[in-house]
């Protein structure tokens, strides 16, 4: 479906994008501020020009760096961009912005407002709305041009988290029923998993790696993808340095077994309903790590982990310095 | 537009003393600014405004008036959208270079324009040359009337047609190319719209200009008398009891589009 293999200057890096995307598939773009992810999405939807390389959907070139310049326009190339602004036209009612679209049909219009809640607000303008409904709006605008990709840039990050996860989960069953595409640019692990089905972790313009969303947790390939997908402890030991994700410690009284990382409760403090444990290891492992419990242990409780739930990094020195 | 009350905090003794002595200065203001019409209606009877109308010919000067004005505001439309909205996006090279051309007829007297203009379209320029191939002759003519009102009044309509673009966000054009409008169809559906009550402000404001232009007219376009033309050689020849009712109808022509494109303006805006 969408072949993307280009090159984008800009003042700070180059990004360099190659991937594919099969019909229908969903991947998100997971990467740090500043990482990229917006550039990428703005060449896939023609809004930046490309340096090098050229982008094709369903066989079509989109956009090639190649002279003569062949860029389809940007309303043109079934790829639809919806961002944190949702963009809604203020002069316009609900009912008009979501038939905003050329060749729009009213009547399928006004039933995909229906299905997504809108039902009541057909006739409002867009300044009376919150930020939900907005977006929702913005959402089933967009779906009206009948795009075969869509684009999400980070589209409900200034929402509350409760309705930002709702609302990508209403993302993703529209674009499930429809057998749309669709790029899904965040920051946050959380967001990627619950929507991709693959995720790709992006860093100073470099695709790092990309896989299936639990695989890239669980095998990340390098420490810099660890520290992006999570992974908050850093030990050194014979070395290597092993990189721990707090979600995959456990803890047992228990010192036992060759491989079993041993330590103490030094600090810890409030972190919602649960209390971010600080723990420093002892022996031959060096380090101090965080994880999450549920009750408050004591402090210079001795603990136990094991390091098969770890993941190893031959030489200390690893690409996060 | 409505101007938030102060907060409970600031309304102290001291604050009230200020806020008066501003409603004063703003009153002041106000009557001064409103004083010649109040003066124009109190040296007016019906009478002398019904005499002055019934002269043959009293009308001509309104008829050439509004027919150059119109043109003169079509040429302007015309003209001066694109480059407004060039100048908003900063889409022009040298966009200082622009600003200052649009400026400088602002900046200068108007009867100064009037010279300078015989100058550059007088019958024996090359661009008076120019248009004698089209029959038409930029000294004491209708044309030249024309010419006289878009420079003075030109510069009040890119200027103020410009802040009205600049203040439509860029996103929302981009968001119209997005969702399969070309690059007109965006701008007739999402700019303009937008930008509609900033643009008839600034059209009212043009058209009060074009209909009251008089420097430079006097200089290039003498005849045929326009409204403001027809004032002043009423009030050499006859006095300024003569004058006045030509004055009113000026008035009265000049000001309801403004005073009309303002009101729907600020309910516009507040629909937005």
């Not at chain 1, 649960?274 to 009750?295: A, K, M, Q, T, Y």
């Not at chain 2, 908003?88 to 007829?105: D, Q, S």
């Not at chain 2, 040359?129 to 209708?142: I, K, P």
Request: glycine share 10%; charged share 15%; with cysteine.
């Amino acid at each position: 479906m969408l072949a993307a293999d280009f090159e984008v200057e800009r003042r700070d890096f180059a990004v360099r994008i190659a991937i594919q995307l099969e019909g229908g598939e969903r991947v998100a773009v997971l990467g740090p501020s500043g990482a990229g992810k917006t550039t990428f999405l703005e060449a896939v939807a023609g809004l930046v020009p490309l340096t090098s390389g050229e982008i094709r959907l369903d066989q079509r070139r989109l956009s090639s760096a190649a002279r003569p310049r062949s860029d389809i326009g940007v309303g043109r190339r079934g790829v639809g961009l919806l961002r944190q602004n949702p963009g809604l036209f203020p002069h316009l009612t609900v009912l008009e912005n979501i038939c905003y679209p050329p060749g729009a049909n009213p009547g399928a219009a006004t039933a995909a407002a229906a299905r997504m809640g809108l039902g009541t607000l057909l006739q409002a303008r867009p300044r009376g709305l919150s930020g939900g409904e907005a977006q929702r709006v913005a959402l089933c605008r967009t779906l009206q041009t009948g795009v075969q990709l869509l684009c999400l840039d980070e589209p409900f990050s200034s929402l509350d988290r409760p309705l930002g996860l709702e609302l990508l989960e209403l993302v993703r069953q529209e674009l499930e029923g429809r057998g749309t595409g669709s790029l899904l640019v965040t920051h946050q692990l959380q967001d990627a998993q619950a929507f991709a089905d693959r995720v790709a972790v992006l860093y100073q313009g470099s695709l790092l790696q990309v896989g299936d969303p639990r695989e890239l947790v669980l095998r990340p390939k390098t420490a810099l993808v660890a520290s992006l997908v999570g992974y908050r402890g850093w030990l050194r030991r014979g070395g290597r340095l092993w990189a721990i994700h707090p979600d995959l410690v456990q803890i047992s009284s228990a010192v036992d077994g060759d491989g079993a990382i041993s330590g103490r409760v030094v600090g810890m403090r409030p972190d919602g309903a649960r209390i971010d444990v600080e723990l420093e290891s002892e022996g031959e492992w060096v380090g101090r790590f965080h994880c999450p419990f549920s009750e408050a242990p004591e402090l210079d409780l001795r603990f136990s982990f094991h390091a098969d739930l770890a993941t190893v990094f031959s030489g200390v020195e690893s690409d996060l310095d | 537009m409505t101007i938030p009350p102060a907060p409970t905090a600031l309304r102290g003794s001291g604050v009230r003393v200020s806020t008066g002595a501003a409603l004063v200065g703003a009153l002041i203001i106000w009557v001064a600014l409103l004083g010649p019409l109040i003066a124009l209606l109190a040296h007016l009877t019906p009478s002398s405004v019904v005499s002055a109308l019934r002269q043959p010919g009293a009308f001509q000067p309104l008829e050439v008036s509004v027919l150059a004005s119109l043109i003169a505001l079509g040429v302007i439309l015309l003209l001066g959208t694109p480059l407004a909205y060039l100048m908003a996006r900063g889409r022009l090279p040298f966009p200082r270079l622009w600003e200052v051309g649009v400026i400088l007829p602002l900046l200068t007297p108007p009867l100064v324009i009037g010279l300078l203009l015989i100058f550059m379209v007088g019958p024996a320029t090359p661009i008076g040359e120019a248009l004698s191939h089209l029959h038409l002759t930029a000294s004491d003519t209708f044309f030249a009337l024309v010419v006289a009102e878009v420079y003075e009044a030109v510069p009040y309509y890119v200027l103020g047609a410009a802040a009205a673009f600049a203040a439509v966000d860029p996103e929302l054009e981009q968001a119209g190319a997005l969702l399969g409008d070309g690059r007109w169809r965006t701008w007739r559906r999402v700019t303009v719209p937008l930008a509609a009550p900033g643009l008839a402000t600034a059209l009212a404001v043009t058209w009060a200009r074009a209909m009251g232009a008089f420097g430079a007219v006097l200089i290039i376009a003498y005849h045929p008398f326009g409204l403001p033309m027809q004032i002043w050689v009423t009030l050499q020849e006859t006095g300024l009891s003569s004058a006045l009712p030509f004055a009113l109808v000026l008035l009265v022509v000049a000001l309801p589009l403004p005073v009309a494109a303002y009101i729907w303006s600020s309910r516009a805006r507040r629909r937005l």
